[in-house]
């Protein structure tokens, strides 16, 4: 829990009279939200929500809520898991105060929360009063052999709209609760895994409904944002559209990376350090920004996005946030932040700095 005092601090605060770029931090606890601010982070660019469901007492209702064929059944268990969302992000708005907070809507690969012992399976059926033999076959059906190409992001928001609606809510009446205490809260929704403009389109309308509820009910209410990530190729290639349902675009440039090299995050690194003895191949793409890549697929998406929406609020939420170069790159391109996990910050905001020093430079 390294505080940035002394001379340290002193010369990170010149670090920050210098740098453009806006240093967030990735974040889906209070504990790291607060190490974050720590290091010197100045929002939240991705609060991830998947391992929010993990925890003991939620995954029962976590897998009615993926498992059973009735949308009745879903939104039971949805609503045992709403006080919890909402207490989630209670917390991390408390710890951030003023500071921009963008929560990501659920983005697991799906097989995580499928049960594979035949005693979870059993408990599920018992609870939902249905056959162990149907429950079986619903859970044959959801696997999937290819999980991080498949129902994940926001196509899990298509085919199950009501977690979308759930986490909105939880993220507008946990902002609602706080307004008395911070007046300026003004929470950013972010769509995973976007690529094409329908699927932002249809996941917003949804939640923008369901926020208009909360709102009513409450006879109050605060401003938000919803944007989306942009990590699937299509989606950096069809930027000019999206841009014009988007308040901002993030760059997951792990997937993107995935997806435009055709790597596997999980598995590359294992054979490319062969690979890169070979000379073939002579850097690590999820460590540095690709920019005749990756990147060139993030330039066009700025230009586009910003030629259809000039308000547009850009960032970069994966771990590239975080590498120096990648930081430079991000700046040149004229980003609005760059977000890494929190013991990454001092760096990144180093890395800002600098980069404005070497562009001054040239
Ligand atoms: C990304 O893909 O770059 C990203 C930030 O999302 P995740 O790592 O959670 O897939
Ligand atoms: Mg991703």
């Known amino acids: 829990k390294a505080e940035l005092s002394g001379k ?6 010149w670090v920050n009279e210098v740098k453009r770029l806006g240093v967030y931090t990735n974040a889906d606890t209070p504990r790291d939200a607060k190490q974050g601010r720590i290091f010197g982070a100045e929002g939240i660019g991705l609060c991830r929500t998947e391992h929010m469901f993990f925890s003991e007492n939620r995954i029962p209702a976590v897998r009615r809520m993926i498992i059973s064929r009735s949308l009745e059944e879903r939104v039971k268990a949805l609503n045992e898991l709403l006080p919890m969302q909402r207490e989630d992000f209670y917390g991390i708005f408390k710890e951030m105060r003023e500071y921009p907070v963008v929560i990501r809507l659920l983005d ?21 009063g249905i056959s162990y033999e149907d429950i079986r076959d619903r859970v044959i059906e959801l696997e999937e052999f290819n999980p991080m190409l498949g129902h994940r992001g926001c196509r899990l928001a298509v085919s199950y709209p009501e977690i979308a609606r759930m986490q909105a809510r939880a993220i507008i009446e946990a902002a609602i609760e706080i307004k008395s205490e911070v007046p300026n809260i003004k929470p950013e929704i972010m769509v995973p895994l976007v690529g094409h403009i329908n699927e932002l389109k249809f996941v917003k309308e949804q939640m923008v409904d369901e926020i208009n509820k909360v709102f ?19 989606a950096a290639l069809t930027a000019d559209q999206i ?30 350090a062969d690979y890169n003895n070979k000379k073939v191949f002579d850097f690590a793409p999820f460590e540095q920004v690709d920019q005749i890549g990756v990147g ?52 990144a905001r180093l890395a800002a700095a600098q980069a404005v020093i070497k562009q001054k430079q040239k």
Not at 108 to 128: C, G, R, T, V, Y
């Open 8 to 13: 340290f601090g002193k010369f990170m605060e």
């Open 108 to 128: 697991p690969p799906l097989h995580e929360f499928l049960p594979k012992e035949e005693k979870d399976l059993q408990d599920i059926a018992n609870s939902m």
């Open 216 to 234: 009513a009910e409450k006879g109050e209410k605060v401003e938000y944002l919803i944007g989306t990530m942009i990590e699937v190729p299509r």
């Open 243 to 272: 841009a014009t349902e988007a308040d901002f675009f993030s760059f997951g440039t792990n997937d993107l990376t995935q997806m435009t090299f055709g790597f596997s995050r999980d598995d590359s690194s294992r054979f490319l």
């Open 296 to 347: 060139k697929l993030m330039k066009m998406a700025v230009e586009d996005g910003r030629k259809s929406n000039p308000d547009l609020i850009l960032g970069i939420c994966g771990e590239h946030g975080g590498d120096p170069s990648s930081v430079e790159f991000c700046n040149a391109l004229g980003l609005t932040y760059v977000s890494c996990s929190p013991y990454r910050v001092p760096i």
